[in-house]
């Protein structure tokens, strides 16, 4: 069974501190990685995504991806009280029968306090 | 904008009933699936598709069937709702690319009584 492990949290971070995510997975054929964010009643919307090794840099987020240890991670710089949401880890393998599917982690509660 | 639509925001419906939820999207893309979140348990997919007329089972396909006559719209039918269908129902689509990044509609939040 493939699988996308995060914490659960809640990751509790000081408004204008930086949050950190973490995701592990264990299909090492994986090729593509995303982060969604998902506010409370709300359906995931796709903030970042990122296939090669290293940092990919968008506005306040930072996603790094090192596949040699299987995990990938958000950052969220200058945290505001709007992101405090479940932030979603997914996986996908490029293979000809995955047909796009998506390997989703549990998610990670974090709140930004004021 | 990709933009993913669910026919309804919340549902009621009762024990027994044929319920159908329907998805459209307008961004021409080959993938479609379906999903219920529950507390505790996260995303679970339910069916996909990646072409008209083509479905495969996900994960826990049991109680649902989907139906994929045009490109556009992907229907979810559950063939007789019990209590523990209860749940928030997620569409997503994506195209046949090597991105493969889902876009999801707004949610259908369903209670079966």
């Known amino acids: 069974q493939k699988e996308v492990e995060q914490n659960s949290g809640p990751l509790s971070v000081p408004e204008g501190a930086i949050a950190s995510l973490n995701c592990t997975y264990s299909?090492?054929?994986?090729?593509?990685f995303f982060w969604y964010r998902q506010y409370s009643g709300k359906s995931p919307e796709l903030i970042m995504f990122?296939?090669?090794?290293g940092d990919k840099e968008d506005g306040r987020f930072t996603a790094q991806l090192n596949k040699a240890s299987q995990y990938v991670s958000l950052l969220i710089r200058d945290s505001q009280p709007s992101d405090s949401a479940t932030y979603l880890c997914?996986?996908?393998?490029?293979?000809?029968?995955?047909?796009?599917?998506?390997?989703f982690g549990a998610g990670t509660q974090v709140v930004v306090t004021p | 904008d990709v933009k993913v639509t669910q026919s309804s925001r919340y549902l009621v419906k009762r024990t027994g009933e044929k319920v159908f939820l329907e998805c459209v999207q307008d961004?021409?893309?080959?993938?479609m699936f379906w999903y219920r979140q529950d507390p505790g348990l996260g995303l679970r997919l339910i069916y996909f598709?990646?072409?008209?007329?083509?479905?495969e089972k996900g994960d826990i396909p049991e109680g649902y069937s989907v139906s994929r006559e045009k490109k556009e719209r992907f229907s979810l039918i559950l063939e007789s709702a019990s209590t523990n269908q209860t749940s928030m129902y997620l569409c997503?689509?994506?195209?046949?690319?090597?991105?493969?990044?889902?876009?999801f509609g707004p949610g259908t939040r369903l209670t079966v009584t």
């Open positions: 598709s990646y072409d008209v007329k083509m479905k």
């Open positions: 961004m021409d893309h080959e993938n």
């Open positions: 990122i296939y090669s090794n």
């Open positions: 997914a996986v996908g393998h490029w293979a000809t029968d995955s047909w796009g599917k998506l390997q």
């Open positions: 299909d090492r054929g994986s090729q593509s």
């Open positions: 997503a689509s994506s195209l046949r690319t090597a991105s493969y990044e889902q876009y």
